[in-house]
């Protein structure tokens, strides 16, 4: 016998004692994870962790493995927080998840802001019949709290301006309402200052709208810096507000057609900083819907507060071919320095990719929802 083979049967004489207490190890691992189940705990205990790698390194004959021997630790734990990840996705009914639902036909729609707001154009542009008797509300939460207690059945809401980003208030109410989006839409925003007919630039003292105006024009906004900025629910509400209030010196930033509507005249055109500023849209409401037709999901999930592990899920996007359209984090209430994370991708939830992808970023999570499956909008719809 050569002197390799007798190191190789030393090595599979240890190899068969380290497997069976592995064995037993990820057994005990699993165990525990039940535990943390029970008692809402969470997986990943680092002040544990370091308890580990230290007193097992206290027991090294030298250190001339140290590294590997931490290194060996790290990965058995490592694969201990996988088996726990299984037990807690195991304890969600990870089908309920995928309950589709029909869509509400004839459904009430809610639209945010008064009569003239983007999200009422928003409206009109997605559905293909206008809808009967529209709901407006004036903050996201009332249409979010109409949506829910059944009052309408779908609600149309900004979610992301192309030179603003997210409106991360109308994301941080889809998780906290547990609301679906079933649909989206661009709309093109140009923004007007406008005032009571007649009225010229300089006797503007106080201008209202939405935050939204306002962030989007900042420009404009650089050279007149002694009016007033006052925020206000949307901005249809702000130019019926200028309109109501009868006085000259206040101007609202608001759209064209809310002009109109509401009987005022453009003062100041095209404010907007970008020339090609946009806004999508989402159509919330109670229920996941899908349909073969659908090509883009939204989740929402958060992950153990520990290194690698976004690293560690999106690399599955790759591996699944999938398109990551957008990522963007939210701080979870209550819970200093943890996020939310919000993900737009490519596909339908029937798919056999996307199926593997999202079971593993709910295997993976802390929480997870699916938020919705539904059509892509094109710009330029
Ligand atoms: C097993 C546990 O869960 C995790 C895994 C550990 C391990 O495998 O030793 C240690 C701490 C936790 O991050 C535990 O909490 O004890």
Redesign the pocket.
């Known amino acids: 016998m050569t002197d390799l083979e007798d190191y190789r049967k030393e090595l599979d004489a240890i190899d068969q004692e380290l497997v069976a207490l592995f064995e037993k190890?990820m057994h005990?691992?699993q165990a525990?994870?039940n535990y943390?189940v029970a008692h809402d705990l969470p997986?990943?205990?680092?002040g544990?962790?370091q308890r580990?790698a230290e007193q097992n390194l206290t027991h090294l004959k030298s250190d001339e493995f140290a590294v590997q021997t931490h290194h060996f630790l790290d990965t058995?734990?490592d694969l201990?927080?996988e088996v726990?990840k299984d037990v807690r996705a195991a304890s969600n009914d990870y089908e309920q998840i995928f309950a589709i639902h029909e869509p509400k036909q004839p459904a009430q729609i809610g639209y945010f802001g008064e009569t003239g707001s983007f999200c009422e154009e928003a409206m009109l542009a997605y559905f293909k019949e206008a809808p009967r008797d529209p709901k407006n509300y004036h903050t996201f939460e009332s249409l979010f709290l109409a949506i829910q207690n059944g009052e309408i059945d779908y609600g149309v809401l900004p979610v992301e301006n192309s030179s603003t980003g997210a409106i991360s208030q109308v994301l941080d109410l889809l998780y906290k309402y547990g609301l679906s989006i079933v649909g989206e839409q661009y709309i093109k925003i140009e923004q007007h200052l406008i005032g009571l007919e007649g009225t010229s630039l300089d006797q503007i003292e106080e201008v209202y709208s939405h935050p939204q105006g306002f962030q989007q024009s900042t420009d404009y906004f650089k050279y007149h810096e002694q009016w007033r900025q006052i925020p206000f629910h949307s901005t249809s509400d702000s130019a019926k507000m200028v309109k109501d209030s009868g006085d000259a010196h206040k101007g609202a930033i608001a759209s064209r057609r809310a002009a109109q509507i509401h009987g005022l005249s453009i003062l100041a055109e095209s404010i907007q900083n970008q020339s090609e500023n946009t806004t999508r849209f989402i159509i919330v409401g109670k229920d996941l819907e899908s349909n073969p037709r659908c090509n883009k999901v939204s989740v929402v999930f958060s992950l153990d507060n520990q290194a690698g592990t976004l690293f560690k899920l999106l690399r599955h996007f790759a591996r699944y071919h999938i398109n990551l359209i957008k990522i963007e984090s939210r701080p979870v209430e209550g819970e200093k320095w943890e996020y939310l994370l919000y993900l737009d991708f490519e596909g339908n939830i029937a798919d056999e990719n996307v199926h593997e992808a999202l079971r593993f970023i709910h295997r993976s999570s802390v929480y997870f929802r699916l938020l919705g499956c539904y059509i892509a909008a094109t710009e330029n719809k």
Not at 43 to 46: K, M
């Open positions: 190890r005990i691992s525990i994870g943390k997986i990943f205990d680092e544990r962790e580990v058995i734990m201990s927080k726990q």
